[in-house]
């Protein structure tokens, strides 16, 4: 069974807006990823965040994981029409084993 | 760096045939992992080697799948027979584990067709 959970499942947007994607999960992880995904194509990594952290940036990516809540966000800034794609989650527990959730499809309108 | 390089990108086959997908990791990887992905179900992890050894093959469906990793540098997943219910992308990836942080390296999968 899936361990994340996203939402939304689909959301579309005007370019230059933000995009916010949430993950929930259900139990204890290592550590949290998130992975993009284009048409036709395998997943890319884009950022993690440790157990032990609350808030990450990269760019124009920025994570938080809330551990007590067993919930992530993934927000997007000033979003363009070249983020479109589907976003996942991945949580990593012990033994190196990484679950993905269902995922969130991202339009971004020119 | 070649990346994680599958084979065939492309799939199609008919029902009762035996399917053979193929996956060279980045080298120096020593963990090695297939998942699956369909509309319905999302991506599943099937299985997962680390130095040529299934860790964990809790997600394969049934007796059909069969995954080896004979050496460092491939691995094959196979099904035998196949059924059209196989349909879907299959997706390699390769990992470093330098820490327990290190992410996934994927491949750009092979569409499987079974009609």
Same mark, same amino acid.
């Given at each position: ?57 990269? !760019? ?33 527990? !012990? ?16 | ?19 053979? %997908? ?9 963990? %090695? ?70 992410? %996934? ?11």
């Amino acid at each position: 069974s899936q361990q994340g959970e996203e939402d939304p499942q689909a959301l579309s947007i005007q370019e230059g807006e933000n995009a916010t994607m949430n993950c929930s999960y259900k139990t204890s992880i290592n550590n949290l990823q998130w992975y993009r995904q284009n048409s036709g194509r395998g997943l890319v990594h884009l950022i993690l965040i440790r157990s032990n952290e609350r808030e990450k940036h990269s !760019g124009r990516l920025r994570v938080t994981l809330d551990t007590s809540k067993k919930s992530s966000s993934l927000l997007i800034t000033a979003s363009r029409a070249a983020d479109t794609a589907s976003y996942f989650c991945a949580t990593r527990t !012990g033994g190196f084993k990484t679950i993905f959730g269902a995922g969130t499809r991202l339009f971004v309108k020119a | 760096d070649a990346g994680v390089i599958q084979s065939p990108r492309h799939e199609v086959t008919e029902m009762g045939q035996e399917v053979t %997908l193929r996956c060279k990791p980045i080298s120096g990887h020593d963990y %090695l992992f297939w998942y699956r992905q369909t509309m319905m179900r999302g991506l599943e992890l099937l299985i997962y080697f680390n130095n040529n050894v299934p860790i964990d093959d809790s997600g394969m469906p049934e007796d059909r799948f069969s995954a080896k990793m004979p050496n460092a540098s491939f691995s094959t997943l196979k099904i035998q027979p196949s059924e059209p219910r196989d349909s879907a992308v299959y997706f390699c990836a390769s990992s470093l584990r330098g820490s327990d942080n290190s992410p %996934l390296h994927f491949g750009n999968g092979t569409r499987l067709t079974v009609t």
